[in-house]
């Protein structure tokens, strides 16, 4: 419902495939759209000007209705909704570059 404050809590882990220097492997990012190496250190975000939404790429999205805009959900915030409809969630990467993606996001949501 349009202006209704909505919380989001999500964790999980995902890939969004290979990738080569620093990284040589498939990073695995978290909701905030961090990036991390196989040995779990930190290696910063990545964006893509081509990706669903101009974020991180591997951060929680989401949007309202099928022709919505997309917005940054990340692991944890609280909004007012933008509009009324469907709302969906994605992992934001580059539209046709989902088959190699692994991993998933447990996602809580909660009206206020």
Request: glycine residues 16%.
């Amino acid at each position: 419902k349009a202006q209704e404050s909505i919380q989001f809590s999500a964790i999980g882990t995902g890939t969004y495939g290979y990738e080569g220097t620093p990284v040589n492997a498939a990073p695995i990012t978290n909701p905030d759209g961090d990036r991390f190496d196989s040995a779990g250190k930190n290696i910063g975000r990545k964006t893509d000007p081509h990706a669903i939404f101009p974020g991180p790429i591997g951060a929680l999205i989401g949007k309202i209705g099928i022709s919505g805009n997309p917005f940054l959900i990340g692991a944890g915030n609280e909004f007012p909704m933008p509009e009324s409809g469907t709302l969906f969630l994605c992992y934001n990467d580059v539209q046709g570059q989902f088959d190699d993606n692994t991993g998933g996001y447990d996602v809580s949501i909660y009206r206020r």
